[in-house]
């Protein structure tokens, strides 16, 4: 079946610091894929998506490209900043519903200044 | 600011209450969702309505009873509920429940069961 895998967490990086989540999957036939951030309190915000291979999802800085032979979606971001401390989670939709969008586990990004 | 309203944040309850959870979606969604987030546990997806039908019922206890009266709006009624059942509960929509939809999910109701 589908699923989704993360690096674990926590995460702590320096304010500027260049940041890499490492995201990989396994499906059937053509997923999408999602980075949902979560901040302190809230609820899951989209952040980026990428619908097809070769595609870069991007958005507020940060980046990951649908990267097929690897299976990856990793997420990056050339200068964090304390503000995006938050929890992300790497999403897959396979191709039978959207209610099969299947959640990774979730990487906790803390930021010192 | 979310396009997807959820109503109460915080709810208190205790194990022989009865309480409802309310969302409301203003986007022109179809599909709506519930999804439970534990500590250190992955996202649970509940319950799925597509255009007012529930389409997925995710082996969730009876003590957890949805109703989605129309596109825009969908409840989470709850009843005698454990102590275990304290999560944040997260509601989303999506313009349908096909694949490749984009999910838009709420701030969330913070329940504790005392």
């Known amino acids: 079946g589908n699923s989704v895998t993360q690096m674990e967490g926590p995460v702590t990086l320096s304010e500027e610091a260049f940041l890499t989540i490492n995201c990989t999957y396994t499906?059937?036939?053509?997923?999408?894929l999602f980075w949902y951030v979560q901040y302190p309190g809230e609820g899951l915000q989209l952040l980026l998506k990428a619908t097809k291979a070769d595609d870069k999802g991007s958005n507020k800085g940060f980046e990951a490209t649908y990267r097929k032979e690897t299976t990856s979606f990793h997420l990056e971001k050339g200068s964090v900043q304390v503000s995006d401390s938050a929890v992300y989670f790497c999403?897959?939709?396979?191709?039978?519903?959207?209610?099969?969008?299947?959640f990774g586990s979730g990487t906790r990004l803390s930021i010192r200044p | 600011e979310t396009g997807v309203t959820q109503t109460p944040r915080h709810l208190v309850m205790g194990m022989t209450n009865k309480k409802s959870l309310k969302c409301e979606q203003h986007?022109?969604?179809?599909?709506m969702y519930w999804y439970k987030q534990s500590a250190k546990k992955p996202l649970e997806l509940m319950f799925v309505?597509?255009?007012?039908?529930?389409?997925e019922n995710n082996s969730v206890p009876s003590r957890f009873s949805p109703e989605c009266p129309n596109s825009s709006h969908l409840f989470l009624h709850l009843h005698t509920l454990q102590p275990e059942d304290s999560a944040l509960y997260l509601c989303?929509?999506?313009?349908?429940?096909?694949?490749?939809?984009?999910?838009?999910f709420g701030e969330g109701s913070w329940l504790t069961v005392v």
């Open positions: 309505y597509n255009f007012k039908e529930q389409t």
């Open positions: 986007l022109g969604h179809n599909a």
């Open positions: 989303a929509s999506s313009p349908t429940g096909e694949a490749g939809n984009t999910i838009y």
């Open positions: 499906a059937t036939g053509y997923p999408s």
């Open positions: 999403a897959l939709s396979g191709d039978s519903s959207a209610s099969k969008i299947i």
